[in-house]
């Protein structure tokens, strides 16, 4: 089955840089990578999802980056806000199989 | 307005006791999910259902049960056999088991 691994577990940044979290993944008939933000006490919340025949997506701040032949995929948050501290999710599937989830990144941006 | 509805919002067990969590949803989602989430850690699955009536156990099934009667409600129960129950319990759902999961509120649960 897939696994993806997550880094950093932690990360801290002060307002207004940049934050990379970055994913891998085993399994290459997977297509399909959503970043999900956790908010403390509350439920995930999709943010943004790129799938395999992309290399980059871009909203606003936010960006995900895919490179397919080494099997990583990452989260760049710019000009981070406090309001971006969070625990930060990757994923990965493909059709017929469900979300393989990351161990989650637990993003502090220090005002 | 469409979502996915998790109850109670906060539930207690007593020694020995069974409880049932909520889940229900209105998005004609086919797939549905069960999540354990402790403090200041992932997501590990505890049941997914592909489809009414089918369900599939996940990674920490044991000492949990559901039931798929319908598409729109996968209830979990935390049975007396689930000896450290105390969790934040997430529910999810997607259009197929490939999907982008959409999640509940969560139910939180903890031992009298």
């Known amino acids: 089955g897939e696994n993806v691994e997550q880094h950093p577990s932690t990360l801290s940044v002060q307002e207004g840089d940049s934050a990379v979290i970055k994913c891998t993944y085993s399994?290459?008939?997977?297509?399909?990578f959503p970043w999900y933000k956790q908010e403390l006490g509350k439920r995930p919340q999709l943010i943004i999802d790129?799938?395999?025949?992309?290399g980059e997506k871009k909203d606003q701040r936010i960006a995900v980056t895919l490179n397919k032949t080494a099997k990583h995929f990452s989260l760049h948050i710019t000009e981070t806000q406090p309001e971006d501290s969070a625990v930060y999710f990757c994923?990965?599937?493909?059709?017929?199989?469900?979300?393989?989830f990351g161990g989650g990144t637990r993003l502090m941006v220090k005002p | 307005d469409g979502g996915i509805t998790q109850s109670p919002k906060y539930l207690f067990r007593k020694e020995g006791q069974n409880v049932t969590l909520s889940c229900e949803q209105n998005?004609?989602?086919?797939?549905m999910y069960w999540y354990r989430q402790d403090p200041g850690q992932g997501l590990r699955l505890i049941y997914y259902?592909?489809?009414?009536?089918?369900?599939q156990k996940g990674d920490i099934a044991e000492g949990y049960s559901v039931s798929r009667e319908k598409k729109e409600s996968f209830p979990l129960t935390v049975t007396s056999a689930q000896k450290n129950p105390t969790a934040f319990y997430l529910c999810?759902?997607?259009?197929?088991?490939?999907?982008?999961?959409?999640f509940g509120d969560g139910t939180r649960l903890s031992i009298l």
């Open positions: 399994d290459s008939a997977s297509n399909y």
């Open positions: 999810a759902s997607s259009i197929d088991l490939g999907g982008s999961q959409h």
């Open positions: 259902s592909q489809i009414v009536n089918d369900f």
């Open positions: 790129i799938r395999s025949n992309v």
């Open positions: 998005l004609n989602h086919d797939a």
């Open positions: 994923a990965a599937s493909n059709a017929g199989n469900m979300l393989t």
